[in-house]
Each structure stands twice: as structure tokens, then as C-alpha cells.
């Protein structure tokens, strides 16, 4: 199976690890793809460092590639699931935002609009600081 796993930062790309630790075994792949804009260095290196996440915590039970590319994230990510033939989408209900609790942010409304394969929708929890 091929799982593609949308991510914004690393507290989403441990949610969704959580999730996927259950469900991945030895013959699956994960891709772990962020987007983000050519102008802004920082968000840059917040992505890298969400994508940094999944190799630790899956690589020992599965393959983990990361894909880290310039866009807006819905397109991409919908674009990166018809390239890898992914089976299902893995993204985070919001981007770890305090005031979205349990709200499905847009990028997650719009894959979930515009997927043609199953799309799951990962509960980030609270951060405890």
C-alpha cells in the first residue's frame, strides 16, 4: 500500500504517524510531502524539519520518502498522489493552530473536495507545553 502524507509542521507529522504507525507494515511506502512558497526561507525550513519527522518514526517499519516542494498545498499534494498512485491520503485536521480545535482547516477541506482516492483526516492533539 501507499500511503501520502500531507504535512505543514512537525506536531501534524506526528499525528499523522501516530495513525499511520497501525496501519503501515513492511511491504508499504509512505511519502511525506509539504509545500511551500520560494520566498519565504522560514516556512522552508519549518517543512523540512515536519519531513524529518516520518524517517524516524516510520523507517524501521516501512519505506519513508520525503517530498518538500514550492506551491500551494492542496494542489500539490493532489498532484503528488496521482504521480506516486498513492492509495490513500493522510492529512492533519488543521495545522496545529490552538484556535482551530477540531476545525478542518482548507487545505484538508479542499483534499478532501478534490481527492479521487480515500482521504483520512488525522485529529491533531492539543500541545502540551
Do not use: K
Not at 495513525?19 to 511506502?29: I, P
Not at 522552508?44 to 500551494?72: F, K, S, Y
Not at 499534494?77 to 498512485?85: Q, R, S, T
Not at 482551530?100 to 481527492?115: F, H, K, N, P, Y
Amino acid at each position: 500500500m501507499h500511503f501520502l502524507a500531507g504535512t505543514d509542521s512537525v506536531h501534524t507529522t506526528a499525528a499523522i504517524c501516530d495513525y499511520l504507525e497501525t496501519r503501515v507494515s513492511a511491504g508499504d511506502t509512505v511519502t511525506v510531502a509539504a509545500a511551500a512558497s520560494r520566498n519565504d526561507p522560514a516556512t522552508r525550513r519549518d517543512r523540512q524539519e515536519a519531513l524529518n519527522v516520518a524517517p524516524v518514526r516510520l523507517g524501521g517499519v516501512c519505506v519513508v520518502e520525503t517530498d518538500l516542494r514550492v506551491g500551494d498545498p492542496a494542489p500539490t499534494l493532489l498532484e503528488i498522489a496521482e504521480e506516486v498512485d498513492a492509495d490513500e491520503l493522510v492529512v492533519g485536521a488543521h495545522a496545529g493552530d490552538p484556535e482551530a480545535d477540531r476545525v478542518v482547516g482548507s487545505t484538508a477541506r479542499t483534499v478532501l473536495e478534490e481527492a479521487t482516492r480515500p482521504v483520512v483526516v488525522a485529529p491533531i492533539p492539543e500541545f502540551e507545553e
